[in-house]
């Protein structure tokens, strides 16, 4: 049986993986690699900051 809220928690990082069945530890993991790739708001921003800052240095 497949646990949504346990999965959760550890995406929350309120669980240690190591706590989920084989079967949610593959569910976790395809979601935590989606998540991860991607981008956030403040991530925009701060690499839009950055290609500015690079760009005034002439790289």
């Keep these: ?3 949504e809220a ?3 928690a550890a995406l929350c990082a309120k669980l240690c993986t190591t706590q ?5 530890v593959k569910i976790w993991s ?3 690699a989606e998540k991860m ?3 956030t708001p403040e ?3 701060f ?7 690079a760009a005034e240095r002439g790289e």
Excluded at 47 to 53: D, T
């Design 1 to 3: 049986m497949i646990d």
């Design 6 to 8: 346990k999965i959760e």
């Design 20 to 24: 989920l069945t084989e079967e949610e």
């Design 30 to 32: 395809d979601r935590f």
């Design 37 to 39: 790739t991607k981008s």
């Design 43 to 45: 991530g925009e921003a």
């Design 47 to 53: 690499f839009a900051e950055r290609r500015r800052k």
